[in-house]
C-alpha cells in the first residue's frame, strides 16, 4: 500500500507562487505515473499534471501549461508541483494522485489512479 502526503499549500496573491510536494511512502512499486488533481470548491476534480515516472515525460491542460511544472526527485520519492503566475481560478484543493499500474487510459482520468493524498489547500485572491 502507498501513502501520499501533499505540503506546501497556502494562501497568495495573485501573481505569487507556491511548490507543493508530495512525498510518497509504504511500497517498493514506482507508480508508472504520478499527477497532480485540484478540485475547486463546488467543481469536479481535474488533472492539471502528470510526470511518466520512467521516461520523465510531462503533460497539462492549456489552463495551466507554461505556469505550473510537475517534476520528480526519485532519491526523495517525492513529486513537486511548481505554480508561477496564479491566478484567483487556481484556488482548490490540490491532490496528488499515483497508479498501482498502468492502465493506458487517459492520464486525467480518476479512475487511472489507485492512491490519493488527503489534499492540501490553495488560495489565490
Known amino acids: 500500500h502507498v501513502q501520499l502526503v501533499e505540503s506546501g499549500g497556502g494562501s497568495v496573491q495573485a501573481g505569487g507562487s507556491l511548490r507543493l510536494s508530495c512525498a510518497a511512502s509504504g511500497s517498493t512499486y514506482i507508480s508508472r505515473r504520478m499527477s497532480w488533481f485540484r478540485q475547486p470548491p463546488g467543481k469536479e476534480r481535474e488533472g492539471v499534471a502528470v510526470i511518466y515516472t520512467r521516461e520523465g515525460i510531462t503533460r497539462y491542460p492549456d489552463s495551466v501549461k507554461g505556469r505550473f511544472t510537475i517534476s520528480q526527485d526519485n532519491a526523495k520519492n517525492t513529486v513537486y508541483l511548481q505554480m508561477n503566475s496564479l491566478k484567483p481560478e487556481d484556488t482548490a484543493m490540490y491532490y496528488c494522485?499515483?497508479?498501482?499500474?498502468?492502465?493506458?487510459?487517459?492520464?486525467?482520468?480518476?479512475?487511472?489512479?489507485?492512491?490519493w493524498g488527503q489534499g492540501t489547500q490553495v488560495t489565490v485572491s
Open positions: 494522485a499515483a497508479d498501482r499500474g498502468f492502465r493506458g487510459g487517459r492520464w486525467y482520468d480518476l479512475s487511472e489512479y489507485d492512491y
